[in-house]
């Protein structure tokens, strides 16, 4: 197991340098720059511009030079904000997206394991039926369909919770929600699915007929082997929502993460756009890392050596 | 069993640690509660994104404007028509023919942390914001100063032969390149705000840090920094230490920076900010003739560019819109109050003009646009002869044309009208053909359309803010138009000191260019906002940001 995770961290070092390099020269291929505006700078203050940020070089030199940069964990300056630095933005966005993620995670595995549990005890019931509509209902209707809905109804016509904005915890409900409608309805029926595949084994047959309840059979018996591929979900789910979600936080004016995988692509703010796709690939990794350790840990069959 | 307890156990410490996430959040929150128990005055307004730096020197764009308006004042500072008045000047002379001005400062000026505010700092600043270390966008701004060019392009390397000096601590002399007539409302902008030298000698990387350390962004005006959360909210609290506070009536001025457009109008029903700007389009209906919803005005014009430098069309055939005739059949052809009326829906005016209206003329209480009036009107029958001259009867052999727009909802449909009424009227073909933001820029900068929606809102309040971007040599000059007589006339009107002639000459100019019309005036933009009714005297300025220096609110 530990030669297991050595190597893997190996091939994280690996698989970042390929990330970098290749968003790196992306970047840098998309027509027009960071400095382009409407009323353009003239061509003096352009260049005061390029030569502070090193852009004037050629670019096997930049990517060189963010390479150093980047292996002393320093992801460089914004172009948009000249004021912060990438780390800086990592370092203020990233607690806010990862807090609100791991509010809608835990909703959508405790609220999807439990319905998908459920359905599949009363397999074509009238609770299974009501359930998987509306699993269905939320996969299909996306975030941004979903947020103005809740901030109309919870907001502007109930006054019950803020609308938008950051601070309290009442300003993280109606975020939480939206985000995780969709992973609960998919949780619920990867559950639903897996359970009803191992509630017909063998072994849990007989622990019925040994004459426990139900509910102990299921927590007991079942739920461990039936979490396997919510499991494999679930990681790279965490990835991606505690990263941040653009749509959500934009809708609800969340100052999270988010938001710069698509505003720093507009705004042609190179290293920002480098530092968060470097950031999320590494989280990202190392999530895939975890979900891999995790089987082992559920399943005794799974071996890495 | 004993691995599934260890997974839980895993899950458990996740669970704490973001806990303590959350504490956070639950801290922040009772501290805010603790501050409203007071009875405060405080406005709550939207920026619409967050501001890109405070820094002055570095600033550019509306947002930025808007926050250090209150955060600072310069030697003059904008009234709600855009005329500068006296700030920490309180008088001046202007000298040779008007290239040299002597600023006379109010000696009871003090920065935020109690520093007397000197002509020193003003020289500082200007010549930080002009260094080409600093790599200032709108250094151009300080190009009227004599030697304020060289300086920044490394022409010259010492920052003393720039012509800005403090004769003693309440003295500023300032030498001109050529008279500018509106340097008074250019020392009113944050390039040429004064700074804190004393605090910037200490912190060279100044404003770096100031979200982390408000008190290290000193500042002299109306307001000071109290939070500055990122893409959240941006706190101001009265200043003290203002010399003018006795006007200012609000205790804390709250910005926040909702970029979602829909987001802010619920925000507003929901009574959790007081005043927002852009309404998207589809909800004006149901907010006119309410009394929050307010049109204020803003000086700038939407219009479409022509590409007259090219020989070819985007499609490869012999470019049509070299014929000046054709430009008018096409400027003749559209029904521009189709667009205002019934797309855009917020008291826009069409436009048969370049120069919006708001800006005065010679004339104290004139309007440069009444005075020179309508340069064409929609004539629909006009225009076909114009193009059937033109050797294309109907719009036979005429090429198809693209029209280039950057992404957007609202410029589509005006993009959508203009061409089915050209189809209509003309019978010209056009194809829409829309790019992102920078990709846009760049073909626009390269002459790659045939037609291109653009929009300019102005600097300042002179119709030079429209009129010198169609100069040969200008950067903004997208149409590979070029006028000798325009270039000369321009050139007079910078220079002139006599203010009716120069006022003379830019209506001339203001001529040539719709006669030739490289470019096709569509309607004069708006600002619609919505705006609590308890919200009193704020300022909105046509230039596209409002003063809260003396609002107040009245519930």
Known sequence: MGRFIVRRLALMVIALWVVVTVTFFLAHMIPGGPFDREKPVPEAIKKNLEEKYHLNEPMWKQYILYLNDIIHGDLGPSFKYPDRTVNDIIKESFPVSAQLGFWAVLIATFVGISLGSISALHQGGLI??????????????????????????FGVKLHWLPVANWGSWEHMILPALSLALGPTAVIARLTRASMLEVLSNDYVKAAKARGLSGLRVLIVYALKNALIPVVTYLFPLIAAIFTGSFVVEKIFNIPGLGRYYVTSIYNRDYTVILGVTVFYAAFLILMNLLADITYALLDPRIRYE | MKKFRVFLTLLLVFGLIFGMFVGCGEQKQEQSQGQEQKAEMVLRYNLGTEPETLDPAKATGVPEMTVMLHTFDGLTRLDRDGKPQPAVAESWEVKDNGKTYIFHLRKDVKWSDGQPVTAHDFEFAWKRALSPEIASEYAYQLYYIKNGEKYNTGEITDPNEVGVKALDDYTLQVELEQPAPYFLSLVAFPTLYPLPEHVLKAHPEWPKGIDKDPSLYVTNGPFVLAEWSHHDKLVLKKNPNYFDKDKVKLDKLVFYMVEDANTAVQMFENGEVDMIDNIPTAQIDQWKGKPEFHIDPILGTYYILVNVGSDKTMGGEKNPLQDVRVRKAIAMAINRSVITDKI??????PAYAFVPPGIPDAEPGTDFRQVGGNYFSEDVQKAKELLAEAGYPDGKGFPKLIYLYNTSEGHKKIGEAIQSMLKENLGIEMELQNQEWKVYLQSRNEGQFDLARAGWLGDYVDP??????????SGNNDTGWSNPQYDELIEKAKYETDNAKRVQYMHEAEKILMEDMPIIPLYFYTNPRLVKTYVKNYAAISLGWVDFKEAYIQK
């Open chain 2, 344 to 349: 855009l829906k917020a008291g826009q005016q």
């Open chain 1, 128 to 153: 299974d039926s009501f359930s998987m509509f509306f699993a269905i209902l939320f996969i299909s209707l996306p975030s941004f369909v979903i947020a103005p809905i809740f901030q109309y109804i």
């Open chain 2, 464 to 473: 030079m803010t429209f009129l010198d971007m169609f100069v040969s040599t």
